[in-house]
């Protein structure tokens, strides 16, 4: 390959442990990802972790499904396959983008180095902290080291927060960088609140807060931290989203109202129509949904740890607290109530509507150029 001008379009493969048709916020990212290349006109082509209606192409470029296996309660887990290597071979990349590399990431990431592909990788789901979450605490210490390892094997490694590239630097990993997320502050605004909507879910009691979670409805949201909460009767709890244990917080949460998944229009309505923004999850490394509520105009209450922190100005714009204890929800809840909350809502848009996924995507060409100009000499050939 010749890199001669390093203004040239690039050929990126990428390499998603989860996209469509799951949902979440390594999907996202990677989506963000692709548009901005496809904008730019650079070509691209996806290895994804195979699932039922899995897509075989996402703006024009390829996705190719790889064999994965189901684990209960997680997304798809792609396996190492030669079919990967077969087709970055044929692809040709100039620079590989591994998007939260798990196993297949790691096989990936080995192969390239073989081949003196650069190679790139994004940090994005803290996978030792779900495993304390599903009772799998002896693996912990385990999955730690896969991770320092898999990273390790990268040219470089992007990480969402400063939380996460502590804890990244923590474990030996090399050549770690800040990459945060962007935000569409065109989608989510505070002008999509909507007096229809918030009449359908507070019913005839318009006097009650209304606070909702949007997001996965999993195990490691620790969403069962909600249920004092539920029982306010000045709230009105609204959960948005869907997952497996779904049936079990309609049990557990009695008083909320759960909407399934939304997206779209419908899902900015909803952000900007809240009062408060809750998130319990204690293993977020960055957590998009509390961006687009900030962009949105919603104060959010979210964990003092990991990537909220770089996100939510205590004090400011919400509160960092321990969401495990009640009493800590309630206190806060309660100072927002009290709160000039149309200089609060300013404030919260205020402080992310510059983070725009074009500026967010135009630092990750600078990554990816960084690597090439580095780490790719004159004439290298793939090697299988």
């Known amino acids: 390959m010749k890199h001669d001008n390093l ?29 901005f290349l496809k904008k730019n006109n650079h070509e691209a082509i996806v ?9 075989l192409e996402y703006a024009g470029y390829e996705v190719l499904p790889i064999p994965a296996v189901n684990l209960k309660g997680l997304i798809p887990l792609a396996l190492p396959q030669q079919l990967a290597k077969a087709k970055l071979i044929e692809f040709n990349p100039d620079v590989i983008h591994l ?3 798990a196993l297949l990431g790691n096989y990936i990431a080995k192969f390239a180095r073989r081949s003196d592909i650069p190679t790139l990788s994004v940090y994005q ?13 002896l693996a912990n210490s385990s999955l730690s080291k896969f991770v320092a390892k898999v990273h390790s094997n990268t040219d470089r490694t992007l990480a969402p927060s400063t939380s996460a590239c502590n804890y990244l630097t923590g474990l030996g990993v090399p050549e770690v960088k800040l990459w945060q997320r962007g935000v569409d502050s065109e989608r989510y605004k505070p002008e999509n609140r909507s007096n229809v909507l918030r009449a359908q879910l507070l019913g005839n009691r318009p006097d009650r807060t209304l606070i909702g979670y949007i997001g996965r409805l999993a195990h490691e949201k620790r969403l069962e931290d909600l249920i004092d909460l539920d029982s306010q009767d000045d709230v009105q709890l609204v959960i948005v989203g ?43 490394t960055f957590c998009q949904s ?23 100005q205590d004090g400011v714009t919400g509160y960092l607290i321990n969401t495990g204890n009640y009493k800590e929800i309630r206190r806060v809840v309660k100072l927002i109530q009290n709160s000039d909350l149309a200089s609060l809502r300013k404030l919260t848009r205020e402080s992310v509507v510059q983070r725009t996924w074009s500026s967010i995507n135009q630092e990750l060409i600078g ?5 090439i100009k580095l780490n790719i000499p004159q004439g290298t050939e793939l090697v299988a």
């Open 125 to 137: 789901t803290d996978l030792a902290g779900f495993a304390n979450n599903y009772g799998l605490q």
């Open 290 to 312: 509390i961006q687009e509520a900030l962009a949105s105009g919603v104060p959010v209450i979210a964990p003092n740890l990991g990537g909220p922190i770089d996100l939510v």
């Open 99 to 101: 998007a939260s590399p």
């Open 7 to 35: 203004e040239s379009k690039l050929r990126v493969a990428i390499v998603a442990e989860s996209f469509l048709p799951q949902v979440n916020g390594v999907t996202n990212s990677v989506l963000r990802v692709l548009d």
């Open 47 to 55: 290895l994804a972790p195979d699932s039922t209606g899995s897509p």
């Open 367 to 371: 990554h990816y150029r960084d690597l």
């Open 242 to 284: 869907d997952g497996p244990i779904r049936s079990r917080l309609e049990r557990k949460l009695p008083n909320a109202i759960f909407t399934g998944f939304k997206s779209g229009s419908d899902l900015a309505q909803m952000y900007a129509s809240l009062d408060i923004f809750i998130h319990t999850g204690q293993h977020e």
